[in-house]
C-alpha cells in the first residue's frame, strides 16, 4: 500500500505519521527533558482536573486528579536521582501543592498518608 492509500485509522486525505523521522527526534531529546516534560503534563492535567484553572469546577474531577497525582508522584520517585536536585526540587513542590489542593478539593479528606502520591512522598499536612 502506499502513503495515499487510505487505512482504517487514516482517513482519507491525511498523510500517514512519519515514524522514522519521530524516532529520530526523540532520540536528539536528553532523557532529563523527556521526564521533566511528562512531569509539567501531568502537573498541569492534574490542576485541571482539581479545578485549579479559569474554567474552574467545569473541568473538575477528583477521581482523575488521583489519579494523575499519584502517577506524578511516582514518575518523581522514580526519577529524582536521574533528573537532579535543580529540576526535581520545584517538580517536588508543585507535587505537594497538588497533593494540598487535593487535600482542600476533598469533602471527605484523606487521612495523612493515604492521598494520592503520600505513598511515594509520605503524608501531606494541610
Known sequence: MSDATPTPEQP??????????????????????????????????????????????????????????HALAGLLDAGATEISSFHAAPLRDGLKSLQLAFREASVVPDEPGRGPGEKYTGPVYG
Open 12 to 69: 482519507a486525505g491525511e498523510q500517514a505519521p512519519d515514524f522514522d523521522a519521530m524516532a529520530r527526534d526523540i532520540a536528539e531529546v536528553p532523557a532529563v527533558e523527556v521526564i521533566v516534560t511528562v512531569a509539567v503534563n501531568l502537573m498541569s492535567a492534574a490542576a485541571v482536573k482539581l479545578g485549579l484553572t479559569e474554567d474552574g469546577d467545569e473541568h473538575k474531577d477528583l477521581d482523575e486528579a488521583r489519579k494523575l497525582v
